[in-house]
């Protein structure tokens, strides 16, 4: 059957690429400074999260959340860089953009990729929106609600549907697709937002919103850890469901649907004793 048109198929692959730059370019701003705090100022004393390197020989990286602090040395706060020198930043080098420790290059690929990403996703919404395919794609019908405890069990036994199920998408998934479209994504985008003084200035109850621009900017770090795990599972469930098919309904348009195979009763007498 032919699953995806043309203008989901091409915002689906823009969205792709420009969340990968996005938490690059995102990890490398972070690098920065790899501390978020809550409220309108930096308690330096009292970090929500930090990553640091000890001052040993070799450092280890020490992450502390909310006061406790985890050796993730390797990985946080002491890594090692590409000649093969131990690197004391947050994030490794090979997770960043750029991969050097270059906070203006960051700035600017997580910007020009977030008005991409922007742009994209308003395009998807209003071709969602003017074609039906936003309801057909995100709203679950009533008959799905009601069948809420049974898809859960399927995804846990990993039990995905067949024939004329395959064509829509599930209660979980139209109810994941709501929560990322319309309260993770906006949430992180107005946090971005109230990251920036000029933007502050323009519309002060961006920091109203989220109570300082160091809120924003721990809500902005948190917002893209739920995003990076939404990816995480849907390539999950890509690959368990069927990779290549899944490929090829989201590259051509095409996804073959399996048929169940119903089960023939039995001739009567079959089997029988004389």
């Not at 020989?57 to 890594?79: A, I, Q």
């Not at 057909?136 to 004329?164: C, K, M, N, Y």
């Not at 348009?253 to 004389?274: D, L, Q, S």
């Amino acid at each position: 059957m032919f699953r995806h048109p043309v203008v989901i198929r091409v915002t689906h692959w823009v969205n792709a690429v420009c969340l990968l730059v996005l938490l690059m370019s995102g990890l490398q701003i972070f690098n920065a400074h790899p501390a978020l705090y809550w409220g309108k100022v930096s308690t330096f004393d009292t970090p929500f999260l930090s990553m640091s390197a000890t001052e040993d020989d070799p450092p280890r990286g020490v992450t502390t959340v909310m006061g406790h602090p985890f050796d993730t040395t390797g990985v946080l706060g002491s890594s090692t860089a590409a000649n093969g020198a131990p690197a004391d930043r947050g994030f490794p080098p090979w997770l960043t953009l750029p991969s050097e420790q270059d906070l203006t290059g960051g700035r600017s690929w997580h910007f020009f990729s977030a008005w991409v990403f922007v742009l994209n996703g308003l395009a998807y919404l209003l071709y969602g929106l003017v074609s039906g395919q936003l309801r057909f794609r995100v709203i679950p019908s009533r008959d799905q609600i009601r069948h809420f405890g049974a898809s859960i069990l399927e995804h846990l036994t990993l039990r995905f549907p067949l024939g004329d199920e395959a064509k829509r998408y599930n209660v979980i998934q139209k109810l994941t697709y709501v929560v990322v479209l319309f309260v993770l994504l906006p949430t992180e985008v107005l946090a971005g937002m109230a990251m920036s003084p000029a933007l502050d200035a323009a519309a002060p109850w961006l920091l109203t919103m989220f109570g300082g621009r160091q809120s924003a900017r721990t809500v902005h770090f948190i917002v893209a850890n739920l995003l990076v795990l939404f990816v995480v599972v849907h390539v999950a469930l890509v690959l368990l469901s069927g990779f290549w098919n899944n490929m090829r309904g989201m590259v051509t348009g095409w996804f073959v649907i399996e048929r169940k195979v119903e089960a023939v009763p039995a001739p009567v007498g079959a089997g029988g004793t004389a």
